[in-house]
């Protein structure tokens, strides 16, 4: 499984971006797709997930609210749309995918991140 993350970039606090995480290969194998981010100086955390076919959702408290989650089964694609941005979610944002081969809640497929800064 392979993993592509994009759409990060330069935003004020207040604003909203959208990041898509494109997932190709072996997908019939994956069950969930997840967001995470790493700010500098810190270590990575959970931001949201999404089941690759059901419709489950799971938020990290601080993002609850303001992240939506979702995903495109025909384009393959998994969305954060992210809104009302504040500057402690500036980060490197990454996209993973579970497959069945993972142990229950770890994600063993990763893509590259993609940066958000959040402007004050």
């Known amino acids: 499984v392979q993993l592509q993350a994009s759409g990060g970039g330069l935003v004020q606090a207040g604003g909203s971006l959208r990041l898509p995480c494109a997932v190709s290969?072996?997908?019939?194998?994956?069950?969930?797709v997840g967001w995470f981010r790493q700010a500098p100086g810190k270590e990575r955390d959970f931001v949201a997930a999404v089941g690759w076919r059901k419709d489950d959702t799971h938020y990290a408290d601080s993002v609850k609210g303001r992240f939506i989650i979702s995903r495109d089964n025909a384009k393959n694609t998994v969305y954060l749309q992210m809104s009302a941005l504040k500057s402690e979610d500036t980060a490197l944002y990454y996209c993973a995918a579970a497959t069945v081969r993972a142990p229950v809640g770890e994600y063993d497929y990763w893509g590259q991140g993609t940066k958000v800064t959040v402007s004050s």
């Open positions: 290969g072996r997908t019939s194998s994956t069950y969930a």
